[in-house]
């Protein structure tokens, strides 16, 4: 076993979840649909929240992709929060984005006599936060200011001077546009501001936040570009080798990301450091984290720089178990979820359990014919997180429609043809798991189908953007949920 691994306390006991991203609530803010939200798993006795990777994204909206591991999406933020503070006023906000408001509100802010005074609380925060997090926001808003200076053009496409991360270019741009990097800052510091209160209020309700940890970062970001000795990059800061996956599930071709890979030798010389301050960040903001992809900590799939084509690509070893021990000599009771879906090998699963980590099981996986599949609900073992269906598959009842009628009658059969429609036989065998953990996707519990699914991988299109309303839930729905989570013993 390894040294200092431990299961999290948080699978000493029967849980069930939510899986809904923060852009899926009706108004995509952390405003008062959140912590409706919060009221309504309360009422349900669901006790963690599960959602995607909440940093800021580029144009195709991919929380996968995104700009920055450490920042916060500005989207999320709630106009609301900037009106209680007085830093703009109701009839401003009418008909205005949140960025044009959230630029308002910084130019007060840092005004004299309106916000930025010495004595003023939010001056202080304001001051101790950039000065916590100094080790990521000065990268990023520097990353943000030039991105807009040059058009939003990739970071390896920019002037030399900046390309190169140059240290006395970046102390001139801190002196030509600080006022563009203190709108950044200014943004972060309202993104966590409104975080720290949804999470305080998710705690007072007894639910767990449980986060997403993508195991690759965008190579447009400002984590490559500020960073670029961990990564394996030519010296335009071109990638040499990017991330994917071979055929699968999901695709006949594999899977190309683009992602570029870490030079993980770099990495280990220097305690994984990088890693060490990623965790510490996402720690601060989660109760419970999913490593996505987690089989690449094993060995990862190396496509050339220069290819499209991810069938290409070769299997390389990568220095997990290291990680993983730096990883429990820091944090102790590390609340990890690996993400083993896909093709996993027994090394894979020899690394996970070594540091006791929870894995995934997909009940829309187990239906293939074999009885020893791992996913059907007869094969589940006490430390899994057991999902219906993830952001990746299609909703329960879409997957179920999707079957030939040979198929869904060996789903009833299996189920105990139930008279319950679908998708509430697959969220009733969820949850009556010997997991620890079972989490349900809002589309199931609110029995939707194919056209409110998140994402189709391998497609670039209509994802990432549904939303639910309010209307949609049936009456009763809490108490018909809760009602299931007392029989399975799932009540916190």
């Known amino acids: 076993m390894a040294t200092g691994a431990q299961v999290s306390p948080i699978f000493q006991q029967r849980r069930a979840g939510l899986l809904l991203h923060p852009t899926s609530l009706p108004s995509g803010t952390l405003g008062k649909d959140a912590r409706r939200l919060v009221d309504f798993m309360a009422e349900a006795g669901l006790s963690v929240w599960q959602m995607l990777p909440i940093g800021p994204t580029h144009g195709d909206g991919s929380p996968y992709q995104g700009l920055s591991a450490h920042a916060g999406n500005p989207q999320l933020i709630d106009p609301e929060w900037l009106i ?64 807009e200076i040059y058009d939003y053009r990739p970071w390896n496409l920019w002037p030399d001077v900046y390309r190169q991360h140059n240290p006395k270019s970046l102390v001139t741009l801190e002196e030509t546009h600080g006022h563009r990097l203190n709108y950044s800052r200014f943004e972060q510091f309202v ?42 990059l030519d010296e335009q800061g071109n990638p040499l080798t990017v991330a994917g996956v071979p055929p699968d599930y999901f695709s006949e071709t594999g899977q190309h990301w683009g992602n570029p890979h870490y030079d993980w030798q770099v990495m280990e010389a220097e305690g994984f450091s990088w890693w060490v301050q990623r965790m510490n960040t996402q720690l601060a903001l989660f109760d419970l984290l999913r490593i996505d992809h987690f089989r690449g900590f094993e060995a990862f799939w190396e496509i050339p720089g220069q290819s499209k084509d991810a069938r290409l690509g070769q299997w390389v070893k990568a220095p997990g178990r290291e990680l993983l021990s730096r990883f429990f000599e820091q944090f102790h009771e590390l609340p990890l979820v690996a993400e083993n879906l896909g093709l996993i090998t027994e090394e894979v699963e020899a690394l996970r359990k070594e540091f006791k980590l929870p894995g995934m099981l997909v009940l829309q996986f187990g239906f293939d014919g074999n009885p020893h599949n791992p996913h059907l609900p007869h094969c589940h073992m006490p430390l899994d997180v057991i999902y219906t269906g993830t952001h990746d598959n299609d909703t329960s009842l879409g997957w179920y429609k999707s079957l030939d009628e040979s198929a869904r009658q060996s789903v009833a059969e299996y189920l105990g043809k139930p008279q319950e429609s679908m998708p509430w036989p697959l969220i009733r065998s969820a949850l009556a798991s010997v997991g620890k953990m079972a989490v349900i996707p809002m589309q199931d519990f609110l029995a939707l189908d194919s056209e409110h699914r998140m994402n189709m991988p391998g497609t670039v299109v209509n994802n990432w953007i549904w939303r639910f309303d309010w209307s949609m839930l049936p009456a009763g729905l809490a108490s018909r949920v809760r009602r299931l989570l007392e029989i399975y013993g799932r009540i916190s």
């Open 84 to 147: 209680e503070r007085n830093w703009v006023s109701a009839a401003e906000a009418e008909g205005q984005s949140t960025q044009a408001l959230l630029e308002l509100a910084a130019e007060r802010f840092f005004s004299t006599g309106q916000g930025g005074r010495e004595t003023d609380v939010f001056e202080r925060e304001y001051q101790q936060f950039c000065k916590a997090q100094a080790h990521w926001l000065d990268d990023y808003a520097r990353f943000q200011t030039l991105r």
């Open 191 to 232: 993104f966590y501001s409104q975080w720290k209160n949804v999470r305080s209020y998710a705690h007072q309700k007894g639910i767990f936040l449980f986060g997403d940890v993508p195991i690759f970062v965008a190579h447009d970001s400002a984590d490559v570009w500020a960073n670029q000795k961990y990564f394996r």
